[in-house]
């Protein structure tokens, strides 16, 4: 039988809608990976949701461990309540009400955060997560977010950065001039990802241990703005006939070559 009174149903409901994440600042993480990578974080979590199968499930003992250590409790809730809370088709029973993390400025440090990526545009919501995730496998641990890119607690970005937006600083840029010029001034060398651009492996790291690779809309690429206050442009070469990479791809390669 469900605890949900109709109220709770509909304001976990809600958390689906960017409107209402914005109100409450709080997002539902469903699945076993998203909710164990969000109990082992810092994040603040308020709720913790489980179906009757899925105390069958052998992760369930786990899952309550480590919620147990947040002092949070498991509620029994319906598989229909259950779906009406969560983005997938199929949910696997449990989710979690996290509070979203503080997002600030981006304050320039060199030391605490040598590589930076800056995401201007990023639209699409597994595009952003897969830049996320990438950026978390090659030890990049700061992303900002410029205007026009997607909300980052978007479910279907959480699902695809698969725990990254758990282990990554993240900060929000409101005047890029500004932003880059700080940069700049701390010591970073900006790089853009472009078509027109030089090998990647023209830029060495080892003499410009500080950079921040600049993303670009998916299909407009980097805004000339950003583009003319770019130190260095990067392309990959290629030999075949398409005439561009999705972002998130080329965004790996890019960080693959720049970690090197």
């Not at 990802?193 to 980097?222: C, D, Q, R, S, Y």
């Not at 260095?232 to 998130?248: F, H």
Request: proline content about 6%; some cysteine.
């Amino acid at each position: 039988m469900s605890t949900l009174s109709r109220n709770e149903l509909k304001r976990l409901a809600s958390l689906q809608q960017k409107k209402y994440r914005q109100e409450y600042q709080q997002c539902v993480i469903e699945g076993v990976r998203l909710c164990e990578d969000a109990l082992h974080s810092d994040w603040i979590l308020r709720e913790f949701y489980i179906t009757d199968d899925f105390q069958k499930n052998p992760s369930f003992n786990q899952l309550a461990g480590l919620a147990g250590e947040k002092h949070l409790n498991p509620t029994m809730i319906t598989e229909p309540e259950m779906q009406k809370i969560t983005a997938t088709n199929h949910p696997q029973g449990v989710a979690l009400v996290a509070d979203i993390p503080d997002v600030h400025t981006l304050d320039p440090d060199p030391e605490g955060s040598p590589r930076i990526v800056l995401l201007d545009g990023i639209s699409d919501p597994g595009n952003l997560g897969t830049i996320m995730r990438s950026a978390d496998w090659f030890g990049i641990r700061h992303l900002a977010f410029g205007p026009g890119t997607v909300e980052w607690t978007n479910p279907k970005v959480l699902r695809a950065s698969m725990g990254a937006a758990f282990r990554l600083t993240i900060s929000e840029i409101h005047h890029w001039k500004k932003q880059i010029n700080s940069l700049k001034s701390a010591g970073y060398t900006i790089l853009a990802a472009e078509m027109e651009g030089v090998n990647p492996g023209a830029f060495h790291t080892e003499k410009n241990p500080h950079w921040g690779l600049i993303l670009g809309n998916e299909a407009h690429g980097v805004s000339p703005q950003l583009n003319s206050a770019a130190d260095m442009k990067l392309s990959i070469p290629g030999d075949g006939p398409a005439d561009s990479l999705n972002v998130a791809m080329a965004g790996t390669v890019l960080l693959y070559e720049l970690s090197q």
